[in-house]
């Protein structure tokens, strides 16, 4: 078999150059359209960011973001563009170039990629009011080098460092919001740009032209001054004048004038803004360093770029940027992240860390596509960095989930087989574990489990959804059949391992009937499951986007009573789950997978009876299945 090891010029769908660790990125003729990235791992052994999960570790040696920082602002935190504006992070676009940092000063850098995903958002506040809601593991650069959001451990179990009360940031501080480009901010900036001395800078008459209804009027049409003229008018006024007579260069922003009356206006305006400035003999220079100096652009919006007011400044650091708070806003929010060449950028006046990510790809947060299945990252030094960590003094031996993001049998383990050198890791430790996976591939490490078995608690799970194979086929190409996966549950049992059962995801209108799901339950009571765990579909951002448009094109009937169903997020309605769960329990009892059958079984999570089986995986074990079938549908 030929291995192809690919340069950093081929195709994106073959190298992904910027990804650490990288060693080499290949295909294989077994795997058509698939391209298996193969890292050496920092870290294999991660803590589960949170507290709704029954569990706190997992080992993913397949597909693993190994930084710890992901999907981090609220879409409307505005970002430092390269040529000195700002724009929503949400409204950013791969090429375009924004300012982010080396060696302490600011440089322009471009965005590489853009992603967002569902997560906790905290409100981080500082002294001087600035607020930015973000997701925990983001980090925030201060005077004593980065700190994440909120607190938690790296993967070596090391407290990560974290923001608290009194940490001073770095950065200018919060972003002045735009003009509102009104009546009066249009009169006042035609007062400012004619009066000033129009230019020929195309930027400038373009808006001129604009605000004057198609023309440009001449100087001598505006003479006599507004009376009372708002601060609407003096933003305008201040952005006209400054493109027709500004400058900022060398780092400082100057306004000028040789006509009195224009001058005086000026400063009647910037004190009107509040703005520090001060007269000299070349004009007006804004003060206050570089947080005034972009207050005082961002405020009034001029129509020419000012990136060079910022480019090579150093970056400042201020008492008024210390933390005040850090609240939890108990709600999840869609929250965005870039990539960048400096590997930061400036959000709402703080510089912000970025994290690892591919042109374009977003599976590192499991989200729906293409690239999903296509773009494997496979740690192939996996076992080794597993011993080194569990090695470690503060590991405390604790229950470690394996397949709860994304499946450790997948098709790539029968060539690359990490899992065994995992699973002796995990046994010589003394740690016990648990296996989700839908992966036949399990059955080759049947007597390595059993002698693990020996040592520590070892629970199998194997996720069965259907017995339909064209809908099968459909909903999970690539994945083994439900008659293989049945057969899987026969051999770990037969091998004296506990094997549970997840029937998930039901999906509404599908699979949801009492034939089917009777059907499937007698198939799987018949293979000698422990338990059975029942989970309906749940749709998180990204999978939904890929789901809705599956359901459009093969089976437009149901998606009226999808948008009723999912109507409230990503979790189905209630009154669903209910319903579920009443057909669901008999079927359980009728199969002998209830309690009166003496096998453990559970009903559907969000209903009363709902537990997890304790004959299946262990009671460490995770809510995987929810993790895993957002999976399945991509």
């Known amino acids: 078999m030929r291995w192809d090891g690919q340069k950093d010029g081929a195709d994106r769908q073959q190298a992904l150059p910027g990804l650490p660790g990288l060693v080499r990125s290949v295909r294989t003729p077994d795997f058509a359209d698939v391209v298996f990235h193969e890292v050496n791992a920092k870290s294999v052994l991660n803590e589960v960011p949170g507290d709704g999960l029954p569990f706190r570790w997992t080992v993913n040696p ?53 992603w967002t995903t569902a997560k906790p958002a905290y409100r981080l506040t500082l002294g001087d009011g600035t607020r930015v809601v973000a997701g925990g593991d983001h980090r925030f650069l201060t005077d004593e080098g980065w700190k994440h959001l909120t607190p938690g451990r790296c993967a070596d179990f090391e407290e990560r460092p974290f923001l608290a009360k009194g940490s001073r940031l770095v950065g200018t501080g919060r972003f002045a919001t735009p003009p509102a480009r009104d009546a009066q901010y249009r009169s006042g900036y035609l007062w400012g740009s004619v009066r000033g001395g129009l230019p020929t800078h195309p930027d400038v008459l373009a808006r001129v032209r604009e605000f004057a ?33 500004g400058s900022s260069t060398g780092g400082e922003v100057v306004l000028s004038s040789s006509d009195s009356a224009v001058f005086e206006a000026a400063v009647v305006a910037l004190a009107r803004l509040r703005v520090a400035h001060v007269i000299e003999v070349r004009g007006i220079r804004i003060t206050g360093g570089l947080a005034e100096r972009l207050r005082f652009l961002h ?43 400096t590997g930061d950028f400036v959000a709402n006046g703080l510089v912000s860390h970025n994290c690892f990510a591919r042109n374009t790809h977003t599976y590192l947060d499991l989200d729906a596509g293409r690239d999903f299945d296509t773009q494997v990252v496979v740690k192939v030094n996996a076992a080794e960095v597993l011993r080194r960590q569990l090695r470690s003094r503060r590991w405390r031996r604790e229950h470690v989930a394996m397949g709860t ?63 339909d194979r064209e809908l099968q086929a459909g909903l999970e190409p690539g994945t083994p059949s439900p008659r293989a996966r049945l057969e ?12 549970g059962v997840f029937v998930a995801p039901v999906l509404p209108g599908l699979t949801d009937s009492e034939e089917r799901l009777d059907a499937l339950l007698a198939s799987i009571a018949e293979a000698g499951a422990t338990g059975v765990t029942v989970l309906p579909l749940h749709l998180r951002p990204g999978a939904r986007e ?58 559907v999570p969000g209903d009363d009876g709902g537990r997890w089986p304790e004959g299946s995986l262990p009671s460490s074990t995770p809510a995987a299945p929810v993790a895993q079938e957002q999976l399945t549908l991509l």
């Open 405 to 467: 993001n994304t499946d450790p049998y997948q098709r790539a383990e029968g060539r690359y087989a990490l899992m065994p050198g995992i699973i002796r890791a995990l046994a010589d430790s003394g740690t016990p574990f648990s296996i989700l996976t839908k992966g036949t591939v399990l059955s080759r490490d049947l007597p390595l489990l059993a002698r693990a078995a020996e040592q520590v608690p070892v629970g199998i799970g194997v996720s069965l959804a259907l017995l």
């Open 546 to 603: 890929w789901f809705a448009r599956w359901l459009a094109r093969e089976r437009p009937d149901l998606v009226g009573e999808y948008r009723e169903l999912y109507a409230r997020g990503s979790s189905v309605d209630g009154r669903y789950r209910r319903r579920l769960a009443a057909r669901i329990e008999p079927l359980l009892v009728r199969h002998g997978l209830g309690a009166k059958g003496g096998r453990d079984a559970v009903g």
């Open 299 to 341: 405020l009034v919006g001029p129509a020419t770029a000012h990136g060079s007011a910022v480019d090579g400044v150093p970056v400042p650091t201020a008492p008024r940027l210390s933390v005040v708070s850090v609240e939890s806003l108990g709600v999840t929010r869609t929250l965005y992240d870039i990539t960048t060449g």
């Open 488 to 499: 899987l549950v026969r051999r770990v049992r037969e091998a004296g391992l506990p094997c």
């Open 62 to 114: 397949y597909r693993g973001c190994t930084h710890g920082c992901t999907y981090c602002l609220t879409g409307d935190t505005p970002v430092l563009l390269a040529d000195g504006r700002t724009k929503p992070i949400a409204d950013l676009a791969v090429g375009e170039e924004v300012f982010g940092t080396s060696q302490g000063r600011f440089v322009a850098t471009r965005v590489q990629a853009l």
């Open 213 to 245: 209804g198609g023309r440009v009027p001449r100087e001598g049409e505006l003479v006599e001054w507004p009376t009372a003229p708002g601060e609407e008018w003096a933003k305008g006024f201040l952005a006209g004048l400054f493109d027709a007579r």
